[in-house]
């Protein structure tokens, strides 16, 4: 069984970040980040907030282990990259202007 701590040090590799890159992304300090990362502390509901707020972590999944790591992106984002992938073939076979 992985702890929040372990999960928080995947999800951080994953996103490629260091713990100090990390930390000022969600506006803590580095070493809150590796006390977190070792199981030295909990993560405080702000510090899961601004997981969730700016890289999209799937909170289920950081306190219980449960589905991916990342929330799907929503439906409006998807449609619009859909819309821009589209329209560059349109216009790249010359079918569009």
Do not use: Y
């Not at 509901?45 to 929330?71: A, P, R, T, Y």
């Not at 409006?76 to 569009?96: F, H, S």
């Amino acid at each position: 069984m992985t702890t929040i701590g372990l999960r928080l040090r995947k999800l951080r590799t994953e996103k490629h970040l260091t713990q100090e890159a990390l930390g000022k992304i969600i506006g803590v300090s580095k070493q809150a980040v590796a006390n977190v990362e070792s199981s030295h502390s909990n993560p405080s509901v702000e510090f899961m907030s601004k997981l969730f707020d700016n890289l999209d972590v799937n909170l289920n999944w950081l306190i219980c282990g449960s589905g991916q790591i990342f929330n799907a992106p929503k439906f409006e984002q998807v449609e619009g990259n859909l819309t821009q992938i589209v329209e560059d073939i349109l216009r790249k076979n010359k079918l569009i202007k």
